[in-house]
């Protein structure tokens, strides 16, 4: 197999990066060439993403492969966070910067919307996990309380697209982003016409759906003469950056589930086909679209967010606290001592984490910690116990007992985490890679190109390519305890 390039943008709610994939017959491997910090900008009191800044550092991405002498591409693939999305006019331009998920516009609008559609039948047309900040309430949200800017909207883009359309000038909808909007029949795998019609929502707004490894288009001549590059392929990976993530696990043979470990938690199962049944909706589990016609059955449940919000407010006061040396302070408190449930509604954004974690214990009769290294254990531990839990439902639900947790993404690197999650599943755990949505980024561009054969061979030239580390369940008596105690306080 001659080697080939590909370029990978991985678009995160924190921080994004373009990784270079240089792909031959035995490994796929990644060097950085640009990394930068995301932000969410705050506009008359409302969060949005910035997209002058993120449209600069796509190109200054683009700039950066051109420089570092990464011109022979075989394609560019974008992948983002998923729900979020931009409305173009019908010239093409951005009517205003997307709204963030976090945002609290859609505070009541999913009650507004079950008001209409039953909360039972929209999930039984969608199969979609339901969360305040998914597309559908978004593009509501929208309807409700900017009819102007809906009446001016041609077409709606969700993130990784509107990237894709900066860089070609092709409008496109990309599957698996697409699955993440609660606007899609599971079942059917289109667009869910009935929700337009009942929620007067403008049908003209969303594009036929294309499957991810989808040839876009070539980068514009603008664009290519700004940074330096020839008129490269652009192709539409896994535009989710889970989806992406999910078919870069180095999985073989056998029964297995995974978790996407970062500023959220997904943890689930590949199927074939999704399940919509009384107890995945009281689950709350969620079918998205992946790689080769596979279905994601997962739990979105909130991750490292709560670490990572924790940390900000204490670095308020000017200190400069790593990640490290915050889980080496949990090493050293007090174990079990305070547990939350991570997707309480008080931790989805707000003004003082360490605060609003304090008041959750508070209410729950439970100590509140005193030093930083106990509020960093009671969250891993809470993380771990919800994860416990989730795997507990997807047995129940599917019928499935997976032999092995394979933990991928930034959050596989937290060692105390990974411990305290096959502590607590019972399950061996094997963690890597940390890149996984650039890898699976780059696999599913180099099967479009024809260089990959399927899936299957891209997992096992993943595996091949990345050290794993596996993690084997150490004393669980005082886990089981805990669990015990937790797991009816959990959602």
């Known amino acids: 197999m001659t080697a080939r390039k590909y370029l990978a943008f991985d678009f995160g709610a924190e921080s994004g990066r373009a990784m270079l994939g240089l792909v031959d017959d035995r490994s796929i491997q990644l060097a950085e060439v640009h990394r930068f910090a995301n932000r969410q900008v705050t506009r008359d009191g409302h969060l949005h993403w910035d997209m002058a800044y993120l449209r600069g550092e796509l190109e200054r991405g683009l700039a950066a492969a051109a420089a570092a002498g990464h011109k022979e591409l075989s394609g560019i693939g974008v992948d983002t966070w998923g729900v979020d999305f931009g409305l173009l006019d019908e010239a093409d331009q951005l009517l205003d910067d997307p709204y963030a998920y976090r945002d609290a516009r859609t505070n009541g609008i999913m009650e507004e919307v079950f008001a209409t559609i039953p909360r039972d039948e929209l999930y039984g047309l969608t199969g979609i996990q339901f969360m305040q900040f998914n597309s559908l309430f978004q593009l509501v949200a929208t309807a409700r309380q900017e009819p102007h800017t809906l009446a001016r909207a041609h077409t709606l883009l969700f993130m990784p697209d509107l990237f894709t359309f900066f860089m070609t000038g092709e409008k496109s909808c990309e599957y698996t ?116 016609g596979t279905i994601r059955f997962l739990r979105n449940t909130m991750g490292l967010w709560l670490l990572q919000r924790c940390r900000r407010d204490w670095e308020r006061g000017g200190s400069t606290l790593s990640y490290d040396y915050l889980v080496g302070l949990a090493k050293d408190a007090p174990p079990f001592a305070a547990l939350v449930d991570p997707d309480d509604p008080s931790f989805l954004n707000p003004p003082d984490m ?93 099967i479009a190109s024809g260089q990959i054969g399927t899936l299957a061979e891209a997992r096992a030239l993943i595996a091949s390519s990345v050290p794993l580390k596996e993690y084997r369940p150490g004393a669980r008596a005082a886990w089981e305890e805990a669990y015990g105690r937790m797991a009816p306080l959990f959602q």
């Open 177 to 292: 982003i697409a699955s993440t909007s609660q606007m899609l029949n599971s079942r059917t795998r289109t667009w869910e016409e009935s929700l337009f019609e009942r929620l007067s929502l403008p049908r003209h707004l969303v594009l036929p759906l294309t499957p991810p490894g989808t040839r876009i288009g070539m980068l514009a001549k603008d664009v290519a003469a700004r940074v330096g590059l020839p008129r490269v392929q652009v192709i539409a990976p896994a535009c989710h950056d889970t989806a992406s993530a999910v078919a870069a696990v180095p999985a073989g043979k056998g029964s297995w589930a995974y978790l996407s470990s970062g500023t959220w938690s997904l943890l689930g199962v590949e199927l074939r086909a999704p399940i919509i049944s009384q107890l995945s909706l009281e689950g709350n589990f969620t079918n998205e679209g992946g790689v080769g």
């Open 354 to 446: 360490p605060e609003a974690i304090g008041a959750y214990l508070r209410r729950t009769g439970q100590p509140v910690p005193r030093e930083q290294g106990g509020f960093v254990r009671c969250i891993l531990e809470s993380l771990a116990l919800k994860y416990r839990f989730l795997i507990e439902r997807i047995r129940h639900i599917t019928g499935e007992r997976p032999e092995v947790l394979h933990i991928v993404g930034g959050g596989s690197q937290n060692e105390l985490l990974n411990q305290f999650t096959t502590d607590a599943t019972g399950l061996p755990v094997l963690a890597g890679p940390v890149e996984a949505t650039a890898l699976g980024n780059i696999a599913v561009q180099a």
